[in-house]
């Protein structure tokens, strides 16, 4: 009896040195789960990173932390104590801010799988359109042929992927990739997609990833569009060989939804060029996405989104 209750005695010390902190991390506008958020306790320095749900949970492993810090591109960086972490009700809301590349800081998180593309990555660059985000990957090359009527050329790691044939394509899960396509099987035109909507996108580049199913032999990406806007958009913009676009995003829902961590937003687009070719494409596109992201119960949301795609240009072989 003496030596299990030193067993036992033994054991629960083990178990409260490796009690974890956990809590939430929301956008202090939105108040939307943040994803990819870098979580450290001090004076430990024992990291992790918070899930697509904003949640983050890091074990005690050395010593008691006395404080916790949060850090994300984009984002003010915030030092609180755990005492106070507590008092927040284990949810810490992260203002944003312009983005500053004056430091990096480099942290190893196991079991990552994939690579992902930050908002950061797309709002340095000027995105025209959603199949431009995948030039961000590196050695990967596409191309458009056509005038932008249908999806680009995609090539990578020695393969002409067509467009799409041997390169899988997602949004939030679902995917682009057509079965059956006069053009080529695994067609996948994602110009549907408002660039302005895409929050994140994960990719992966390598051997045939069987879980993603048989257009993956090169690769493939997901992306990931916004779930609440932080502001109402309106945007014209125009160029050359008369080219025109017109850009709406607007909130739906009022601020009490807001702070049940609900949002419904609307965003379109119409696009016109006739481009540089002798006889004009008259090329005219039309998209319209609808999303709504709500809060169900402490780990479960809901989200639910519509879009509509209508597009139109004359194509005469040279």
Do not use: C
């Not at 009896?1 to 974890?20: E, H, N, V």
């Not at 902190?21 to 004076?43: F, H, N, W, Y």
């Not at 961590?261 to 005219?284: G, L």
């Amino acid at each position: 009896m003496g030596l299990m209750l030193i067993i036992l005695l033994a054991l629960t010390d083990r178990i409260q040195a490796q009690t974890a902190v956990r809590g939430k991390v929301v956008d202090a506008i939105s108040l939307q789960p943040l994803e990819g958020v870098t979580v450290m306790l001090l004076p430990s320095k024992a990291s992790g990173i918070t899930d697509p749900l904003g949640v983050f949970a890091i074990r005690q492993v050395k010593e008691p932390a006395t404080d916790i810090s949060f850090s994300s591109v984009g984002f003010e960086s915030r030092i609180i104590s755990i005492a106070a972490l507590r008092n927040t009700n284990y949810r810490i809301a992260l203002t944003a801010r312009s983005i500053e590349l004056t430091s990096v800081t480099i942290s190893a998180h196991a079991g990552e799988q994939y690579t992902p593309i930050s908002r950061t990555d797309i709002a340095m660059r000027g995105v025209n359109n959603s199949q431009e985000v995948l030039r961000i990957i590196p050695g990967i090359v596409i191309g458009q042929h056509q005038g932008g009527g249908k999806a680009e050329q995609i090539f990578l790691r020695g393969f002409d992927a067509d467009h799409g044939t041997d390169f899988r394509l997602e949004v939030d899960g679902l995917p682009i990739n057509m079965v059956s396509h006069a053009h080529g099987q695994g067609f996948a035109d994602s110009h549907f997609i408002i660039p302005e909507i895409i929050q994140t996108v994960d990719f992966k580049k390598g051997p045939y990833t069987a879980s993603k199913g048989d257009f993956a032999t090169t690769g493939f990406v997901d992306f990931n569009t916004k779930n609440a806007l932080t502001e109402n958009t309106v945007k014209l913009e125009g160029g050359m060989f008369n080219t025109y676009r017109a850009l709406g995003m607007f909130n739906l829902l009022h601020n009490k939804a807001k702070e049940k961590q609900q949002s419904w937003y609307i965003a379109s687009e119409y696009r016109y060029s006739d481009a540089y070719f002798d006889n004009p494409q008259h090329f005219k596109r039309f998209n319209l996405f609808s999303k709504y992201n709500g809060r169900l119960s402490e780990h479960n949301y809901l989200t639910v989104s519509a879009t509509a795609f209508w597009l139109l240009w004359s194509h005469r072989p040279f």
